[in-house]
Nanobody, 122 residues
Framework: QVQFAESGGGLVQPGGSLRLSCTTSGIDFDGYSMGWYRQAPGKQREWVAIITNRSHIKRYTNSVKGRFTISRDNAKQTVYLQMNSLKPEDTGVYYC???????????????WGQGTQVTVSS
């Protein structure tokens, strides 16, 4: 069974930074693209960033381009999301998932992790 363990969220002021981590188990991690998603209060979950299995392709949703950076460590089965210049509209619960496709990003696993809460507020 595939499991995701997201961490690194918290409360940060606008303009601040956070680094999220997601450790994955139960899957051949380096064989898959990975994605970060977020769900803001009252909104549907949306994809934020994707990275292919060898990190050759990285893509970001328009609202985070230039501020967020996705990376991965296949030896640790972990994907990261470095978030800089955070804005209140970045607030939400952040999740990772294995991707079945990248154009558009399609999450492969129905059993999402608990996510990690990011709150950007002064």
């Amino acid at each position: 069974q595939v499991q995701f363990a997201e961490s690194g969220g918290g409360l940060v002021q606008p303009g601040g930074s956070l680094r999220l981590s997601c450790t994955t188990s139960g899957i051949d991690f380096d064989g898959y693209s990975m994605g970060w998603y977020r769900q803001a209060p009252g909104k549907q979950r949306e994809w934020v960033a994707i990275i292919t299995n060898r990190s050759h392709i990285k893509r970001y949703t328009n609202s985070v381009k230039g501020r967020f950076t996705i990376s991965r460590d296949n030896a640790k089965q972990t994907v990261y999301l470095q978030m800089n210049s955070l804005k209140p509209e970045d607030t939400g619960v952040y999740y990772c998932n294995v991707l079945g496709a990248i154009t558009p990003p399609v999450a492969l696993i129905d059993n999402w992790g608990q996510g990690t809460q990011v709150t950007v507020s002064s």
